[in-house]
Every structure is written in structure tokens, then in C-alpha cells.
């Protein structure tokens, strides 16, 4: 069993959008740990390769004009919302990927052969944030927290 004071980390994430990042507190003062690709801010891209590959971050965005239906991108604006919501419907016009109606009115994002909804989509992103603090602290990541984003 892992002790959460001497053996893992809580990592702070800013879950964005359009790119996330993630912090530790160091000395009493917030450090950004870089992902990776060794940048500040990770993409919050989902794709599907070609040959069926799950790609998160950078490496999925840089695919985007390429594979357009299977690069997932802005997941988080339809996340909590039902598929007749007037910005669900806005996104419906200007997003290159397939959104359907789900059960209940939900909004459902497909990739690949899947449907899922946008929290589904939103988590691969926090795994990836998740593994690439792992590998930069060199600790197991044991609890984290989100910033609580304002939406006027």
C-alpha cells in the first residue's frame, strides 16, 4: 500500500478547452511540471491514428488536418450539457467531428467506431496529464485536484 505522504505526489490540473497543465506545490509555491514533449501546456486533443491508435496531446493535435472525423478537440464545452443546448448546437456547425443525441438527450462525440460522451473524452486527456507527472516526478501520482473553471 502506498503511503500518500512519503511515496506519491498530488498533482493541481487546470483541465482547459483547448490545452491543460498540470502543477505541484514546491517549497509553498505552485511549479508547473512540464508533460513529455517537455512543454507547459498539453493539448486537450483525443485522436485516433489510422491504424486505430489512441494519440493524446500534441501528437493527436498534429493530426488533426489530416484525420479530421477521428481528432477530437473542445470536448469540455460539450461536457454536462444536453445535445439541444443552444452552444451544443452552435458546435455542431463549426466542429469537423461526428456529435450525435445519446440516451437521454445527452451529447455523444464518436471516435473511431466508439460513441462516448465528452467526459469520457476529457478523461483520456487527465490520464495522459496523469502518466506524463508520473514520469517527470518520478512518483506514483496518488490524488489530484481541478481547477474550478468560471463560466460567465
Known amino acids: 500500500m502506498i503511503d500518500k505522504q512519503s511515496d506519491g505526489v498530488i498533482i493541481g490540473i487546470d483541465l482547459g478547452t483547448t490545452n491543460s497543465a498540470m502543477a505541484i506545490v514546491e517549497g509553498g509555491q505552485p511549479k508547473i511540471i512540464e508533460n513529455t514533449e517537455g512543454n507547459r501546456t498539453t493539448p486537450s486533443v483525443v485522436a485516433l491514428s489510422k491504424a486505430g491508435e489512441r494519440l493524446v496531446g500534441q501528437i493527436a493535435k498534429r493530426q488533426a488536418v489530416t484525420n479530421s472525423d477521428?481528432?477530437?478537440?473542445?470536448?469540455?464545452?460539450?461536457?454536462?450539457?444536453?445535445?439541444k443546448d443552444k452552444e451544443v448546437q452552435k458546435a455542431l456547425k463549426i466542429l469537423p467531428y461526428h456529435i450525435r443525441e445519446g440516451n437521454s438527450g445527452s451529447v455523444e462525440i464518436k471516435l473511431g467506431e466508439k460513441w462516448l460522451r465528452p467526459s469520457e473524452i476529457s478523461a483520456m486527456v487527465l490520464q495522459k496529464l496523469k502518466a506524463d507527472a508520473e514520469a517527470k516526478l518520478g512518483k506514483?501520482?496518488?490524488?489530484?485536484?481541478?481547477?474550478?473553471?468560471n463560466r460567465s
Open 140 to 149: 506514483k501520482v496518488t490524488d489530484s485536484t481541478k481547477r474550478k473553471t
Open 70 to 83: 477521428n481528432t477530437i478537440y473542445s470536448a469540455k464545452r460539450l461536457m454536462g450539457r444536453r445535445f
